[in-house]
């Protein structure tokens, strides 16, 4: 058995309980699938450049909350690597309004697709305020059925806790699905809070911060599935002779 190496797209603070908890999920899920994870986060300035060269020897990539980030550019450039190459992927809070966002820039074609945080002014922001911050909130996530979300949840309606101000631009929802990325969670509004890719082998994203309510007891079933798809992943560049890192 080898280790699988997690890349955590984000400008870690230790004083911010999710990155804190971000690794503690890692831990507890890699520990309840009996594997070893080594972990490594990736300040967003140092992914705008040779972005590839600095991903492609991890199994897996994480895009943590903590945005706005210090540099919008690397956050979506190492997205659309996990989403273009195939690369087990999640994204938890910041990280799924960078995933929307990426994926509006370079799927959809809205070159100018902005953040509200980066600059409130744009002419086509598709993460804008929500109409009632989130930050601090508990709510349930009402499941889709037939969806990775609902393959790894026990529950159909799980409870999860929100750290977020920002969401989807509800204007943008529409053309996002019709490009392929599916809401397959949402509120009682019918607000999305998961996405997935289906032609993907493990991509998805959440508004909600999962990693909080993860226990070494009970990890939380997203992360779980995550460090499985990049175990999976590890196992088969293994088997094709390709890295390293893991026997």
């Known amino acids: 058995m080898g280790e699988i190496r997690i890349g955590v797209i984000g400008d870690f603070d230790p004083e911010n309980p999710t990155h804190r908890a971000t690794n503690d999920a890692l ?21 705008a450049e040779d972005t590839a060269a600095k991903l492609e020897d991890f ?8 945005s706005p980030y210090q540099s919008l550019e690397g956050a979506l450039k190492a997205v659309r690597f996990a989403r273009e190459q195939d690369r087990p992927f999640i994204g938890t809070c910041g990280g799924f309004q960078h995933a929307m966002l990426e994926y509006a820039r370079n799927v959809l074609g809205f070159e100018d697709a902005q953040h ?39 529950a159909t309606k799980p409870t999860e806790d929100y750290y977020c101000n920002f969401g989807l631009n509800p204007a943008y ?8 990325l599916q809401f397959t969670g949402s509120e009682f509004d ?15 994203a959440t508004l909600y911060v999962p990693q909080t309510s993860s226990t070494m007891e009970e990890p ?28």
């Not at 199994?59 to 943590?64: E, K, M, N, T, V």
């Open 116 to 154: 509200a945080e980066y600059d409130p002014y744009a002419s086509e922001l598709f993460i804008t305020p929500l109409p009632c911050s989130l930050a601090g909130q508990k709510k349930s996530v009402h499941i889709r059925s037939g969806t990775l979300a609902s393959r790894l949840y026990d």
């Open 220 to 247: 939380h079933p997203l992360v779980s599935g995550f460090v499985r798809a990049a175990a999976e992943f590890a196992g088969e560049r293994a088997g094709a002779g390709v890295g390293t890192h893991r026997s």
């Open 27 to 47: 831990g507890h899920a890699a520990a309840s699938l009996g594997e070893e994870v080594s972990i490594a986060w990736l300040h967003t300035e140092t992914l």
């Open 173 to 180: 929802h529409r053309d996002i699905q019709r490009a392929g």
């Open 190 to 204: 019918g607000e999305a809070r998961i996405v997935e890719l289906p032609t993907h082998r493990f991509f998805l």
């Open 59 to 66: 199994d897996g990539l994480w895009c943590a909350p903590g």
